[in-house]
Each structure stands twice: as C-alpha cells, then as structure tokens.
C-alpha cells in the first residue's frame, strides 16, 4: 500500500516510508492473523504499531493505493475484497 497527496506524489515523511507490502520489515500481524496498517500523519506510538505505520500529510487531500502483483484467482474473479479503510478516533 501506498499513500500519495492530490498530485499523486508519494508523501515526504520523518522515516522515509513510502509504501508497506509483504517486504516491509517488522510488520506486526494481529492475533487472529490480519495486518491492521495506521495511515496517520503522527506516530502510532507503540513499536509494534509503528512498524504498521504509513505516514500521511497533517493537512490536504491524500489517497492511499493497493497494488497487487501476481494476485491469486480468488483476486482476478473477485471473490477477494479488500478490507475497507476505517477512520479511527
């Protein structure tokens, strides 16, 4: 996933973090196996949650991507959906 600002740039961040995918170190799965990612201008705090931190502006219009790469079936005939995004707080 990835989160840009209105003009579809990446977001200049504190930690240099662009994107978080299967390749990012130290993600921190929940206790029933899901990945719950904080989209938020500010740390999340906790190192746990900060490892499942993805920056985003303190003001303006942002937008987050998922992008899939070589999704399995249940992707391509939509059987899969994503998660919805929930705005905590």
């Known amino acids: 996933m990835t989160a840009h600002d ?13 994107s978080v995918g299967d390749r990012t170190r130290g993600l921190v799965t929940d206790q029933d ?9 500010e740390s999340p705090g906790q190192p746990e ?7 985003t502006p303190q003001q303006g219009i942002w937008f987050a991507a998922l992008r899939m790469y070589l999704p399995r079936p249940e992707v ?14």
Do not use: F, M
């Not at 196996?33 to 201008?41: A, F, M, R, V």
């Not at 949650?49 to 920056?55: A, D, H, I, K, T």
């Open 6 to 18: 209105e003009d579809r740039n990446l977001i200049p961040n504190p930690i240099n973090r662009y």
């Open 33 to 41: 196996g899901g990945l719950t990612l904080h989209l938020q201008p």
């Open 49 to 55: 949650r900060e490892s499942n931190w993805l920056p």
């Open 76 to 89: 391509i005939d939509a059987r899969w959906h994503c998660p919805p995004v929930k705005r905590v707080g």
